[in-house]
């Protein structure tokens, strides 16, 4: 399996335009999470899907954030509008429930720099 | 709410040092502890894990023992490379949560000098 995989690697936008993330997980896995990562605060989770369903939200920060997980493979992290502010580093991670224990797989990471 | 504690960073070793990072926790429940790396670049990748009370994790010669009468899970190491150097991140599993969630710390950097 590739692991996880997220698009684009990078991006720089300017602030008012939408931003999409795109994550592929690990075929397979029933659980998918959205993380985001700055010097400031850390790793914050922000959702997390089950089964294609989202189960936690109450880590997305505003309503300019919304998720989707449209089918098994597809996970897609909207900003809409971006604001400068929201420059970070966004995971994309899945697992199996069954495999125990825990173990997220982490894609490489979408670095985000809204101007 | 469950939480997890590092100590700060970054640290600074020379080749061939010993290697600890401090990791408390606090949570309701029986969590399940691990440690994660992020080398530079790269997504987050999982380390070692332990699941129960007393229970060592092990993995490319770190060691972590869950101890639950100190909520600790500190990450050793008896010979550190310059590869090591990296971002090591200390989580627990959320026993009350649903699923996989895991609660990570803020990270520790470790830098070793050759």
């Known amino acids: 399996d590739a692991g996880v995989i997220q698009s684009p690697r990078h991006e720089v936008t300017e602030m008012g335009q939408e931003v999409t993330l795109r994550c592929k997980p690990i075929?397979?896995?029933?659980?998918l999470f959205w993380y985001r990562q700055t010097m400031m605060r850390g790793l914050e989770l922000l959702i997390y899907f089950n089964n294609n369903v989202p189960i936690d939200d109450s880590g997305m920060p505003e309503d300019r954030f919304s998720a989707k997980m449209p089918n098994a493979s597809f996970s897609t992290l909207k900003i809409q509008p971006s604001e400068p502010r929201d420059s970070a580093v966004y995971f994309c991670?899945?697992?199996?429930?069954?495999?125990?224990?825990?173990?997220?797989?982490f894609g490489a990471g979408s670095r985000l720099t809204v101007l | 709410g469950d939480s997890v504690t590092q100590m700060e960073g970054p640290v600074t070793l020379s080749e061939e040092a010993f290697l600890t990072i401090n990791c408390t926790y606090t949570a309701t429940g029986y969590p399940s502890l691990f440690w994660y790396v992020q080398y530079p670049g790269e997504g987050l990748q999982l380390l070692l894990k332990a699941t129960k009370a007393d229970d060592k994790g092990s993995n490319k010669g770190f060691e972590a023992t869950y101890r639950k009468e100190t909520t600790s899970f500190h990450l050793e190491k008896g010979s550190v490379q310059v590869s090591d150097s990296a971002v090591y991140f200390c989580?627990?599993?959320?026993?009350?949560?649903?699923?996989?969630?895991?609660?990570f710390g803020a990270g520790t950097i470790l830098r070793v000098k050759s």
């Open positions: 075929s397979g896995h029933d659980y």
């Open positions: 989580a627990l599993s959320d026993p009350g949560g649903y699923g996989n969630k895991l609660v």
């Open positions: 991670a899945s697992s199996l429930y069954a495999s125990g224990a825990n173990v997220l797989t």
